[in-house]
């Protein structure tokens, strides 16, 4: 078993930044692929952001390209999203999520909420006009 915690998420006005963080505890050795997904009222959980583990290869929606920067350390098992130039429709409730498969595909693939093995229970932002 492996258990996702996340935090950092706060309310900010519209153009400020804020810094999540996801800590990995547990079965943690056959981490593949981390990721960002996030989840507005009424709406799909969207992928934001994915890193590889081990080569730390990356990949980011079309929608916060330029302005969130994911980034992990190995050491402390933690992935992290840097979020800059916030707009009010960055709200949402962002979680983390883990893959374990021990095999790589294409972020294509990486970007289907339904592929991750585990789920943290998310950390609200809010960004206001």
């Known amino acids: 078993q492996v258990q996702l915690v996340e935090s950092g998420g706060g309310l900010v006005q519209a153009g400020g930044s804020l810094r999540l963080s996801c800590i990995a505890s547990?079965?943690?050795?056959?981490?593949?692929?981390m990721a960002w997904f996030r989840q507005a009222p009424g709406k799909e959980r969207d992928f934001v952001a994915g890193?590889?583990?081990?080569?730390?290869?990356?990949n980011y929606a079309d929608s916060v390209k330029a302005r969130f920067t994911i980034s992990r350390d190995n050491a402390k098992n933690t992935v992290y999203l840097q979020m800059n130039s916030l707009k009010p429709e960055d709200t949402a409730v962002y979680y983390c999520?883990?893959?374990?498969?021990?095999?790589?595909?294409?972020?294509?693939?990486?970007?289907?909420?339904?592929?991750?093995?585990?789920w943290g229970r998310g950390t609200q932002v809010t960004v206001s006009s």
């Open positions: 999520a883990a893959d374990m498969s021990l095999a790589y595909y294409s972020w294509t693939y990486y970007t289907q909420a339904s592929v991750y093995d585990y």
């Open positions: 890193i590889t583990w081990s080569s730390g290869t990356r």
């Open positions: 547990g079965r943690t050795s056959s981490t593949t692929t």
